[in-house]
């Protein structure tokens, strides 16, 4: 929104200096850009908003130990981390907190590997 107020002031600055009444239209390269750029940004505001968290957050949340949650990953029981950079990874909060509350809501018990239930 903020780049949109700057691209109608360039707009409308170069309006004045060029002494041009404003019944005409204006296609100074600046305006076209900004333009260009609404209609970018047009598509964008429609998609949600992500909120990433770091694993030292994650591991706060959730009281299993970096092994453990990489497991279940694994498993395809926890959300997949998101690879930002060689060396950093992500979690996509909204995700985790439905994992969380799946959790809640579920009766199962937690699968334990090697063990069997009980008859």
């Not at 950079?85 to 909204?94: E, G, P």
Request: charged share 25%; hydrophobic share 35%.
């Amino acid at each position: 929104m903020f780049i949109t107020l700057l691209n109608i002031l360039f707009c409308l600055n170069d309006l004045h200096s060029a002494n041009v009444q404003l019944s005409q239209p204006h296609n100074s390269e600046r305006c076209r850009q900004g333009q260009q750029k609404q209609s970018m940004d047009a598509g964008t505001q429609n998609r949600p908003s992500k909120t990433l968290i770091n694993r030292k957050t994650l591991l706060a949340m959730i009281p299993l130990s970096d092994r453990a949650i990489y497991n279940m990953e694994k498993r395809g029981d926890f959300p997949r981390r998101i690879v930002l950079t060689s060396r950093n990874v992500a979690w996509d909060l909204a995700e985790v907190e439905d994992w969380i509350e799946s959790r809640i809501e579920s009766e199962d018990p937690a699968h334990r590997p090697g063990f069997t239930a009980a008859s």
